[in-house]
């Protein structure tokens, strides 16, 4: 299938910033703690180096094959049928990510917000938006992302950067931590906070030169990662581990003790909960839009907005399947945990195959041109 090439180097790392920053903003820190105490800026490091090397097997692939999505190549390299099993896993997958995502935000605004409004209402009104926004073309997603881009990034670096004032040196000591025995799933947990940068697989066949995707990678999730390091350091240095581990959204905590400049802003919570419901929002965007998309190119239909609002009646079912707060973020690390299968290790074996592949043939053109030598 060809696709309008109209997304700069710049647009694609604007999308995947935007769609990896999002509901993980809140509770980042509290993971890592839970992993290695002091030592959760390291935990958030390995995170970020997985999600990077998953990050750059995605961009390889969508380099190689220009033209198509993974749903399209994978059928090329490993066969209709077993690829079709492996699609129908990713949209479930992220289909899963989405009624989470839109669980926590029902959960943060009835807790810390509209106290007395449903929480079956605000999980629905953010599905439905994200699902009327998925019927645009990658053109308007793309521009989605753009505008809302700068609304997200620079007011959560504000925060991070006014609220470092307030951090202790001791708090980040020792950086190994106390604790590693939950080092190897503080790791994975972190790592599948960056599992929303699979949207370089629809993005990378819109691109102007997809030549240069790998720039944009790298430049997402130095942004990005970068970002996420920041809060980490900043909650731990402010908080400490022990106090961190008593609160369910630390970044939150620390928009609530940090201030603007001669008191002008005593308290920038408010301010943070506007910038993460736009965080939100564009990351609900982006998996449900993957969802969809996926789902229209495994039918081969030539227009995904027939799906625009199919799957939300199941999207919900699954968003309100956890009891409390404490079994959703259980269910959330466990997803995110088994979701590098399908993010990470997939893709690697396609790339695997793929390398296999390309080097027969070069080894059976070089028979050829010797026989005819």
């Known amino acids: ?81 077993t690829a079709r099993v492996f699609s129908v896993l990713i949209i479930a997958f992220f289909s899963q990510l989405t009624a989470l995502a839109s669980r926590e935000f029902g959960e943060v605004v009835v807790t810390s917000v509209l106290s007395k409004t449903p929480l079956e209402v605000t999980v629905i009104v953010m599905l439905l938006l994200a699902a009327l926004s998925s019927r645009s073309d990658m053109t308007t997603f793309t521009y989605f992302h753009h505008f809302y881009f700068p609304l997200i990034v620079f007011p959560l670096v504000l925060i991070v950067v006014l609220s470092l004032k307030n951090a202790q040196l001791v708090n980040l000591l020792p950086v190994w931590g106390n604790e590693h025995h939950g080092w190897v799933a503080g790791t994975l947990t972190m790592a599948a906070l960056f599992q929303g940068s699979f949207v370089m697989t629809i993005v990378i066949p819109v691109m102007r030169r997809p030549e240069r995707a790998m720039i944009a990678s790298f430049i997402g999730m130095l942004i990005s990662g970068g970002l996420y390091l920041l809060i980490v350091v900043a909650t731990v240095g402010v908080f400490g581990a022990e106090e961190i581990k008593n609160l369910v959204w630390p970044t939150l905590e620390l928009a609530k003790t940090t201030s603007l400049p001669a008191n002008i802003l005593e308290r920038l919570d408010g301010a943070f909960l506007a910038v993460w ?95 005819t030598d």
């Open 1 to 81: 299938m060809e696709y309008p090439r109209q997304v700069t180097v710049i647009q694609a790392a604007i999308i995947l910033i935007s769609t990896i920053i999002g509901v993980g903003v809140l509770a980042l820190s509290l993971f890592a703690v839970r992993a290695a105490e002091s030592g959760a800026p390291l935990v958030t490091v390995l995170g970020i180096l997985i999600g990077l090397i998953g990050l750059w097997i995605i961009t390889l692939l969508g380099m190689r094959y220009p033209t198509k999505s993974i749903i399209e190549y994978s059928e090329e390299l490993i066969g209709k049928w």
């Open 277 to 371: 419901v736009t965080a939100v929002f564009t990351t609900l965007l982006s998996s449900y839009y993957l969802a969809i998309h996926f789902l229209s190119q495994l039918l081969r239909l030539r227009d995904h907005k027939m799906f625009s609002f199919f799957l939300i009646p199941f999207i919900y079912v699954i968003a309100m399947f956890p009891q409390n707060l404490l079994q959703m973020y259980g269910i959330i690390q466990i997803v995110g945990r088994w979701g590098l299968v399908i993010t990470v290790f997939y893709p690697l074996v396609l790339l695997v195959v793929d390398l296999i592949r390309k080097k027969k043939k070069e080894s059976r053109g070089d028979q050829r041109v010797a026989k």
